[in-house]
């Protein structure tokens, strides 16, 4: 009986304790557009260039510089040189840290005798548990995402759509983390969200491999290796059967 009870305290710790695990990332976006001069977003075979705000990690900034051009390119933009594209692009990205108090539980064996009416043995005992909450220090890491465009106009800049994209988390990989922030700021692109969206991405997002795909191809990479272009000649020869 000893046994049997201690092994259903024991279940019933690892249930409590996985309970409010989020494996997802969420991400917070906010964006705002020129009504004026984009009122229906950017006009197709739009051009941009693209230029890191920052200073620092220069292999981070042009790897990140690198997923954005992919990003415009897939909405059917294209990338320019600054002085001959129609807007500026201006990126930046950072992380900053804050510690917190949070109240966790701790699960202490009571070994006082509890009982139970049993119409074959009135009494019995056993033995339980309480819970009791203690403070834990942690920090967070808030992952930022700042994307600016600037319309070339007549020599002159005019701000025409800016948009954010932030996740607070625990972990403090950025470099992991950016390619969801990317993802979810260009779902945006052009467009005023009008207040802030609340977005909840899994690990898994099919956007985020697609472009990990796209960027990280390997060295010996060509365009028969390419799915979409065998995908292409799958279908050509289809077509002429």
Same mark, same amino acid.
């Given at each position: 009986m000893k046994i049997? %009870?201690?092994f259903l305290l024991s279940i019933s710790i690892l249930l409590l304790s996985s309970c409010g695990k989020d494996t997802g990332m969420r991400i917070t976006t906010n964006t705002f557009a020129n009504k004026e001069i984009i009122p229906?977003?950017?006009k197709p075979n739009s051009t941009f260039s693209i230029t890191a705000k920052q200073k620092g990690d220069q292999l981070f900034i042009q790897e990140v510089s690198q997923k954005i051009a992919t990003l415009i %390119?897939?909405?059917?933009?294209?990338v320019k040189t600054t002085g001959?594209?129609?807007y500026d692009l201006i990126f930046?990205?950072?992380? @900053?840290k804050s510690t917190h108090t949070r109240d966790v539980p701790v699960y202490v064996p009571d070994y006082g005798p509890w009982y139970y009416y049993n119409y074959y043995a009135p009494y019995r005992y056993g033995y339980g548990y309480r819970v009791t909450y203690v403070p834990e220090e942690y920090t967070l890491f808030n992952k930022i995402l700042l994307i600016e465009v600037y319309k070339?106009?007549?020599? %002159? %800049? @005019?701000p025409v759509w800016q948009g954010t994209a932030h996740s607070y988390e625990e972990d403090s990989d950025l470099r992991d983390a950016i390619d969801y922030l990317l993802?979810?700021?260009f779902k945006h692109f052009g467009r005023n969200t009008q207040k802030y969206i609340n977005t909840r991405m899994e690990e898994t997002n099919q956007d985020?491999?697609?472009l990990r795909e796209e960027y990280f191809q390997p060295i010996d990479y060509t365009e028969k290796n390419n799915k979409t272009y065998q995908r292409s000649l799958l279908k050509k020869s289809l077509l002429k059967n």
């Amino acid at each position: 009986m000893k046994i049997y %009870k201690l092994f259903l305290l024991s279940i019933s710790i690892l249930l409590l304790s996985s309970c409010g695990k989020d494996t997802g990332m969420r991400i917070t976006t906010n964006t705002f557009a020129n009504k004026e001069i984009i009122p229906r977003g950017f006009k197709p075979n739009s051009t941009f260039s693209i230029t890191a705000k920052q200073k620092g990690d220069q292999l981070f900034i042009q790897e990140v510089s690198q997923k954005i051009a992919t990003l415009i %390119k897939d909405q059917g933009f294209s990338v320019k040189t600054t002085g001959k594209a129609d807007y500026d692009l201006i990126f930046s990205f950072g992380m @900053e840290k804050s510690t917190h108090t949070r109240d966790v539980p701790v699960y202490v064996p009571d070994y006082g005798p509890w009982y139970y009416y049993n119409y074959y043995a009135p009494y019995r005992y056993g033995y339980g548990y309480r819970v009791t909450y203690v403070p834990e220090e942690y920090t967070l890491f808030n992952k930022i995402l700042l994307i600016e465009v600037y319309k070339n106009s007549s020599g %002159k %800049k @005019e701000p025409v759509w800016q948009g954010t994209a932030h996740s607070y988390e625990e972990d403090s990989d950025l470099r992991d983390a950016i390619d969801y922030l990317l993802v979810t700021i260009f779902k945006h692109f052009g467009r005023n969200t009008q207040k802030y969206i609340n977005t909840r991405m899994e690990e898994t997002n099919q956007d985020v491999q697609r472009l990990r795909e796209e960027y990280f191809q390997p060295i010996d990479y060509t365009e028969k290796n390419n799915k979409t272009y065998q995908r292409s000649l799958l279908k050509k020869s289809l077509l002429k059967n």
